[in-house]
Structure formats: C-alpha cells, structure tokens
T-cell receptor, first 114, second 115 residues
C-alpha cells in the first residue's frame, strides 16, 4: 500500500513568486493536513481538509491556501513568496478524519526561497 | 486550548541503557496522544498512540509510552537504546472534546544514542 506522496520533493523559488505543492494521501484516506517545519519554529499546523472541506486552519497569513479534490488529493499554494517561507512542507493523511485516527506523513517538499 | 510540552531539547543515552523522552500535555477534555519519530531529511513516522484503555501503550521498534492522567504526561520509553534510535522525536495531542480539533505537536526532542 503506497504511503503519502508529495511532489515535488525539492524546489527553489524566487521571492515574490508563487508555488503549488501537491499531496496524494494513502488510498482510502479522506483527511489531509499540512504542516510547515522550520528549525526555528518547529512543526506548525497550516490547515486540514476532510471531504473537500477545510476543517481547521492554523495561524498563517492569507498567502497560504489549500484545497482538496474529490479524490482526496490536496494542494497547497503559497503566493508572493518570502524568504521566511523556506521550509519543509509536510502533508499527512488519515482514514476518516476522526480525532483518534492516526495521521501518516509524507516525506515532505523542501522549499527554498531565494 | 490544547498544548503539549517536550521539556528537553536533547536527550543523550548510552547504547544499551533505557531511554525516556518526556512529554506533558494540556487539554480541556480527554486527550488523544501520539508519538512520532523523524530521521534526518525525512517525514515523520508514527510510533504509537493512546486513545483509551490500558495506560501502557506499545508501539513500533520496541518503544512504549505510559499515559499518566494525574500528571498529564505521556513519556516515551525503551528498555534498551540502539544507536539507530538516534533521531528527532515529537509528541502530539488532540483534544477529544469541543468539536474536531487539530493535532498540536511539541517542539521535538533530539535523541542521541552514544555507542
């Protein structure tokens, strides 16, 4: 059974550009969440989707957005990139979006903003 | 509001010795608690979770954790550390009350197992 797949794995963008990251959850999983990981801030929650609806949102500016498609695949977009957006972006999925469900992480997308 | 604390940035232990990585939490209702491990340049891997029932939870790679409600703790333990256990460990909590809450992660504890 394939795990959570994130693409691209590595990318370099210029300040002011935008970026779209993609996440394919484990087959059958309907909940997808996104996290930003940086050395200084640790693991920060971005947002969570279940059945195409955003269920929770973290404390990030509106430049960060996401969506989930009917096949549970998810994308997150960051517009007007800033140097501070350089981070590892992690996607995670869980079976049915219940609080006790285990969330499983992908390998992440490394974003460098120059 | 829910929160989780990992009081130690780094834990050093000799190979073969028992290890403990500490975690305390704060929730309004009952907690769901999780431990994850992250190896360099990798995503997080699930180790174990506490939902309800037995306070001692066993997980992957010989790890276990003990839920202590009175001390609001969920410490990760292993009887005999391996060098390959060296990694970054995250504790996480989700409140089981007041609607569907997001998962909150601790700041992580770097475990260094010394040969």
């Amino acid at each position: 059974k394939a795990g959570v797949t994130q693409t691209p794995r590595y990318l370099i963008k210029t300040r002011g550009q935008q970026v779209t990251l993609s996440c394919s959850p484990i087959s059958g999983h309907r909940s997808v969440s996104w996290y930003q990981q940086t050395p200084g801030q640790g693991l920060q929650f971005l947002f969570e989707y279940f059945s195409e609806t955003q269920r929770n949102k973290g404390n990030f500016p509106g430049r960060f957005s996401g969506r989930q498609f009917s096949n549970s695949r998810s994308e997150m977009n960051v517009s007007t990139l800033e140097l501070g957006d350089s981070a590892l972006y992690l996607c995670a999925s869980s079976l049915a979006g219940r609080a006790g469900n285990t969330i499983y992480f992908g390998e992440g997308s490394w974003l460098t903003v120059v | 509001a829910q929160s989780v604390a990992q009081p130690e940035d780094q834990v050093n232990v000799a190979e073969g010795n028992p290890l403990t990585v500490k975690c305390t939490y704060s929730v309004s209702g009952n907690p769901y608690l999780f431990w994850y491990v992250q190896y360099p340049n990798r995503g997080l891997q699930f180790l174990l979770k506490y939902i309800t029932g037995d306070n001692l939870v066993k997980g992957s790679y010989g790890f276990e954790a003990e839920f202590n409600k009175s001390q609001t703790s969920f410490h990760l333990k292993k009887p005999s550390a391996l060098v390959s256990d060296s990694a970054l460990y995250f504790c996480a909590v989700r409140d089981n009350s007041g609607g569907y809450q997001k998962v909150t992660f601790g700041t992580g504890t770097k475990l260094q197992v010394i040969p």
